[in-house]
């Protein structure tokens, strides 16, 4: 957190969403949108259905303790499908728009203003903004800023959110693709290496920036600090998709931010690790080496006009929480992963991933230690938040133990085809460590092997799916084997016509450029992008997930038998 807050307001304070507070109480009746005037549009509906009265009345202005949990009233059966339930209509009493005293997300000079003011200083920025639209609106937004001419070339780690792709189509750009590191006792990719980042900058020193998502999300990560450096030395910003790390530099046990590693614009999603709505997110921004004025610019275009007030205000109190707890904010999360994995270290048929060496910090950088990659210093940072686990044994895949958890009532964040991603937060308890732990021990029992698993000796069916880590690809993998750069991609909004495409199934496809974007979600990374030729090990890897039961985003063919893709030129 920054020292010195230069807000003018105390940090214990969360103005925007105590204006919603001051405007609810106010009782001012609306002629502004929006149309359903403080959720009243259904306030009128229950009073159309008899008995329901004196809860409307409570509704309206009077006690705010009660909760109406039952509509169906005296045999109006379709009651309870028209009226939204008590603590949404609460919730649409400070669903506001631009009035006074709300200030402006696009001009802000009030309560909007000090609560991103706020934001800069709880999480160490020169200037935070606020986004409703997830990290998608920051990562375009940033893409938009830096490619301030067509044909921009920006450097960008392969393995990105679709959100980056459609940022480098709107912005008309070229994009050099680095391979990530991938981490050799998981499989599992992490980020562009040192090496790779510092032959991108020599190769193409014209480029407008570097582009990279840390932590993946397995919540592996590693110091960015020397390509930041390398940037830097460029004159380039290094821009840093950091969606699963909005926690991160908050406690002594959670890994470094990258603002403190000097990157010069960092995405983060609050809604995914702190206490956000969803949607909520936020974008900060340190350094001399973005326009801020245009970004402002960008914002508005890639932000809507109309933004949700709630879903603001929700940024607002989850930077207060940490704002006035601090490191305490965490304590109940991290002691919740903690007794998790005291319970898992009894359960030897299901392993965890973390780092080799179990550092949570790369080793100094410098020019006497220039703490290379490869080896193990790609990943030497794990979220502590991210638990990620897998059946050492291999008779259930990530996808087969995610069914089994969700049987017996947890449901992970994903799986893949080994791992499956356990996401705790600080909001998590020592109940939910507890309740996992009993499904893990329900599955070992209900699984249990002819041989001990402590002899990692099973009897496996051809159905059942063994993996070996060095050989092992997950969705956010789709690397090739070429070299560690690629050769600048161009983007551009202009559509591939159906004339132009014909369908070919997902078993004959190598080989044709992709007219539409293979996205297996989550993680959301894609695999293929328009345009892009299809390899044999891509090709593969789509038909493989299929198989296992992965879900697709950009194929238009929902039973992911066929895929588009372009005529082959005569």
Known sequence: MNEHNTSGVGKNRAPLYEALLAYRDSKQRSFHVPG??????????????EGAGDDLQKGIGGERNSVVTDYDLKGTAPFNHVVPVRAYLDMMEMDVTEITGTDDLHHPEGVIKEAQDLAADCFGAEESFFLVGGSTAGNLSLLLTICDEPGSIVLVQRNVHKSVIHGLMLAGARAVFLEPWVDPESGLAVMPSIETVQAAVQRYPEAKGVFVTLPNYYGMGADLTPIAEICHEAGMPLLVDEAHGAHYGQHPELPVSALSCGADGVVQSTHKMLAAFTMGAMLHIQGPRLNRSLLRQRLAMVQSSSPSYPVMASLDLSRRLLHVHGADAFTAGLAAVKAFKRGLAELPRFQ?????????QEPAYGHENPAAMPGRQGYTAQDPFKVVIYDDTGVLSGYGLQQQLEACGCVPEMSDERYVVLLFSLGSTLQDAEHVLQALRHINVAYKLEHSLESKVSVRTDSQTQIDPPNYVSTWNNIEEHERLSEPVAFSLQPILEKDMIGVSIEDCAGYRSAEMVIPYPPGIPL?????RISPKVAERIRVLREVGAKFQGISDHTYQKLKVMKPES
Do not use: R
């Open 528 to 532: 293929v992008y328009p345009g892009e």
């Open 36 to 49: 359903h005037k403080n959720g009243q549009v259904y306030y009128q509906w229950m009073q159309s259905f």
């Open 352 to 360: 965890l991933l973390q780092p080799a060496d179990s550092l949570q």
